[in-house]
């Protein structure tokens, strides 16, 4: 065959120049990008893929834990009752039982509970697959509130918390007066300021430790309260403050005035630097006492002092 003859105007490229190393190198990266480009969408396939079946066992999930027997409420576990009984609980939550434990609300639940004056504070919490977990605080009664022929159960807070009735009669507690009006029509609140007074007292008594030797409180008069003690027949005029240490002062001297004094009817401790005493002693008024006297007798104690509500 002859030689080919070079057609004008072309150039021969020598057959060295496809290995230059500018095009094997532009090659090799559209190869690679190539291969990245088809590993990312692998990988994102893959993640869409994962995500569906998430999202797909997460519905599958949802819905046989809404639906299925299995997580319906079937048992309710009552902690923090004494006064309350298990019934009556499970009477406040009538109709919980039986109830999806995923899809009920349980804050509907927890105010039904706190309608009952007894219950103080009340949780519940969820035990998967089908228990309840209700933790009530129960109110502590503190006194019996009297109006009238009618006694109610009162907590420190004033708060009244059932009728007294024989079920509470082993309670021992003081009995409060001047809280309810008696002439107040029946679910009457009582007043709000005379709740707090009544508070109060309670609070200040029991942290001192000396309610339980109170038997009566009587707070008709906000401006002076009136304290007695079990066992003992004088009136404790305490005013409206410092209720455990003026009843403290007079424990103090209660075995000295004894000896001073055979009866007494009232004893007024509202002032720091003396203390009135009314002893039932027919033709004696009141009796100043700056200092109880070391004596026996209560001659030099006997006097006349001036008003105590005056200089209140």
Do not use: C
């Amino acid at each position: 065959m002859p030689p080919r003859t070079p057609v004008r105007g072309t150039r021969r490229v020598p057959g060295t120049a496809t290995r230059d190393p500018r095009l094997l190198r532009a090659r090799d990266g559209g190869a690679r990008g190539a291969q990245a480009w088809r590993a990312r969408a692998w990988t994102v396939a893959r993640i869409a893929t994962l995500a569906v079946a998430l999202v797909g066992s997460g519905w599958y999930v949802q819905d046989v834990m809404t639906s299925s027997e299995a997580f319906a409420v079937q048992r309710l576990h009552v902690i923090g009752v004494s006064r309350l009984s298990q019934g009556e609980v499970q009477g406040l939550l009538d109709g919980l039982v039986g109830r999806n434990i995923v899809r009920t609300s349980l804050e509907p639940w927890r105010q039904k509970l706190l309608a009952s004056p007894w219950v103080r504070e009340a949780s519940l919490r969820r035990a998967l697959p089908s228990t309840i977990e209700v933790r009530i605080t129960e109110r502590l009664p503190m006194a019996v509130a009297r109006a009238g022929d009618l006694l109610l159960l009162i907590d420190e807070q004033g708060a009244v918390v059932d009728e007294f009735g024989p079920r509470y009669g082993r309670l021992d507690l003081p009995i409060v007066d001047g809280l309810i009006d008696p002439a107040a029509a029946p679910q009457t609140p009582p007043d709000e300021a005379r709740v707090a007074l009544v508070s109060s007292v309670l609070v200040s008594l029991r942290d001192a430790s000396l309610l339980g030797r109170v038997s009566q409180i009587d707070v008709r008069n906000p401006r002076n309260v009136v304290v007695m003690l079990s066992g003992d027949a004088a009136q404790l005029q305490v005013g409206h403050e410092r209720f455990a240490e003026r009843v403290q002062g007079y424990l103090d001297m209660q075995e000295r005035l004894a000896r001073m004094v055979q009866q007494v009817e009232s004893v007024d401790l509202r002032f720091d630097n003396r203390v009135y005493v009314r002893p039932r002693k027919a033709g004696v008024t009141f009796a100043s006492m700056p200092q109880v006297p070391d004596g026996e007798t209560v001659a030099e104690a006997l006097a006349e002092p001036e008003d105590a509500d005056e200089q209140h």
